[in-house]
Nanobody, 125 residues
Framework: DVQLQASGGGLVQAGGSLRLSCAAS????????IGWFRQAPGKEREGVAC????????YVEDSVKGRFTISSDNAKNTVYLQMNSLKPEDTAVYYC??????????????????WGKGTLVTVSS
C-alpha cells in the first residue's frame, strides 16, 4: 500500500524555521515525484514545492521561493521541506503527495495520485 506521512509541524514565531518530513512507503521511491502542499481554513489547496526524485530537479512556488527548499534522502525514503523566514501567512496544514507518472511536478497540483495526512504549521506574529 502507498503510504505517506508528513511530520514536523508545530508552533513557531515569525522569522523562525521548521523542517517538515514526508516519509514514504509502498512504492519504488526513486521512480516518482513528490510534492508538498498546504491548505489553510477557507482557502484552496496550494502547491508549495515538488521534486523529481530520479534527477533531483526541484520546483518551488513563487509564494515561498527563496525561503523554502525541498530535498530528498533516498536512503530514508523521505522528502523534506525546509522552511525558513516563516510568515504568519504560511500558517496551514502541510501535506505531501506522490505522482506516479513522469512529469507530475509540471502538472496542475503536481498531478499527485496519492496523498498523506498533513501536519499543522502555525506561525505567530
Amino acid at each position: 500500500d502507498v503510504q505517506l506521512q508528513a511530520s514536523g509541524g508545530g508552533l513557531v514565531q515569525a522569522g523562525g524555521s521548521l523542517r517538515l518530513s514526508c516519509a514514504a512507503s509502498g512504492f519504488t521511491f526513486e521512480d516518482y515525484e513528490i510534492g508538498w502542499f498546504r491548505q489553510a481554513p477557507g482557502k484552496e489547496r496550494e502547491g508549495v514545492a515538488c521534486i523529481i526524485i530520479n534527477d533531483d530537479t526541484t520546483y518551488v512556488e513563487d509564494s515561498v521561493k527563496g525561503r523554502f527548499t525541498i530535498s530528498s534522502d533516498n536512503a530514508k525514503n523521505t522528502v523534506y521541506l525546509q522552511m525558513n523566514s516563516l510568515k504568519p501567512e504560511d500558517t496551514a496544514v502541510y501535506y505531501c503527495g506522490v505522482g506516479l507518472i513522469q512529469g507530475s511536478c509540471l502538472l496542475g497540483d503536481y498531478g499527485m495520485d496519492y496523498w498523506g495526512k498533513g501536519t499543522l504549521v502555525t506561525v505567530s506574529s
